[in-house]
């Protein structure tokens, strides 16, 4: 049942923290804090690189990886959604990396471009909330995600349960190939371990993030800008404002909205801006100052130091716990859905079954 919750999605929205917490402590000894993950079919040192796919939301959780994995383990990553790759046929070396992400398992898209990959010689490891599913059985590798079932359409905890299973997948994949020291790898667990504390204490600014959503629920259109990895932080917030609101939302890379998108922009337009204070801060500063400049009302996510700089300029802030870069956009996360979520209600739809769609999406 819904547990007292208005909604499956408001509960999930609150089980965050603790399917953070499980997730993490599958893979990571308590004790030690030792990197516990199956065994592994293949020489993580040695892959060439590595290709991610997905669908929807589980596709942002990827392009958060490809960040990781480039930056922290210096692997080549390609990807793409499953619905293109599948018919893309790029060039693949043999014994490359196919890392999949799917909630349930059985999205068609995603399993046609598994078994596409696998038949390219690709070592398939999947991130799977069912790990008994259909990919979970064509898999070398299946890591789960611990986020118990997910019952509202629109995906909340599976996608911070994916970023955790793929931010320790990437500190393994770093180490052995020698990409990050033991200091790196200790401090980074650390900050990861930490997040489910963090995760909680979002809920305290629940009333700072509805009044937000007041603001957004008499919306036509709203942008979402992030940079870096932040920017797929972005892309799933206009995804599940889209989802559940009904409201049109689009997300841009803050640094191209001068390339277009700025020609939008008017005061009717919320502009709903992810910006913890990482060394991209000061870029989307600028890209702020910008938007603000030509009427824009600004929303923002960010920390009390982006705060300090931010006021005056936001019509709306929800100031989040001081966090590591790294582990960012897995906090920030939260936060985004939350405000989906609360703008859903102020518009009356269906939050857990909105029009049009399904769970789990079994044909192409
Ligand atoms: C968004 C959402 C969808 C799914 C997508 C993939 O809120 O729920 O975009 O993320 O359909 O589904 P899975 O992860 O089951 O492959």
Not at 40 to 46: E, G, I, K, T, V
Not at 118 to 138: C, D, F, K, P, Y
Not at 277 to 295: C, V, Y
Not at 300 to 305: E, G, N
Request: proline share 5%; glycine share 6%.
């Amino acid at each position: 049942g819904k547990d007292g919750y208005r909604h499956y999605m408001e509960k999930e929205l609150h089980e965050h923290p603790v399917v953070i917490g499980q997730t993490l402590q599958r893979m990571i000894d308590p004790v030690t804090r030792a990197i516990a993950l199956p065994e592994f079919p293949f020489d993580m040192a040695a892959l060439p690189r590595a290709i991610i796919t997905a669908c929807g939301s589980a596709f942002y959780a990827g392009l958060v990886a490809r960040y990781w994995l480039e930056a922290e383990a210096r692997l080549p990553v390609d990807i793409d959604v499953a619905s293109e790759l599948r018919y893309r046929n790029p060039p693949l070396t043999p014994s490359g990396m196919a890392l999949m992400i799917s909630q349930s398992g059985e999205t068609a898209d995603t399993l046609a471009a598994l078994r596409s990959l696998r038949e390219r010689e690709q070592h398939i490891v999947s991130i799977l909330n069912v790990e008994g599913s259909t990919m979970g059985r064509e898999s070398d590798v299946v890591l789960g995600m611990v986020a118990g079932p997910e019952i509202s359409v629109a995906s909340t905890k599976a996608f911070t349960a994916q970023l955790s299973v793929l931010a320790v997948l990437t500190i393994a994949i770093a180490r052995a190939r020698g990409a990050m020291s033991a200091k790196r790898e200790a401090d980074l667990l650390a900050h990861l371990l930490d997040l489910p504390s963090r995760a909680a204490e979002i809920f305290s600014r629940v009333s700072d993030i509805q009044a937000m959503a007041a603001s957004v629920a008499e919306a036509r259109d709203v942008l979402y800008l992030g940079r870096g990895i932040c920017f797929p932080v972005a892309q799933e917030g206009a995804l599940k404002l889209k989802e559940i609101s009904y409201i049109h939302a689009e997300a841009y890379a803050a640094g191209e909205m001068k390339h277009g998108p700025i020609s939008l922009i008017d005061k009717d337009v919320p502009i709903v801006v992810i910006a913890p204070s990482t060394i991209l801060f000061d870029k989307t500063l600028s890209n702020i100052q910008e938007a603000k400049a030509r009427g824009g009302r600004i929303m923002a996510f960010t920390d009390q130091k982006g705060a300090e700089r931010l006021s005056g300029l936001a019509e709306h802030m929800v100031i989040l716990p001081d966090v590591d870069p790294f582990v960012a956009p897995i906090l920030y996360t939260i936060p985004v859905q939350i405000l989906a979520y609360e703008v859903a209600l102020r518009r009356g739809t269906d939050v857990d079954q909105p029009r049009n769609l399904a769970k789990s999406v079994t044909v192409e």
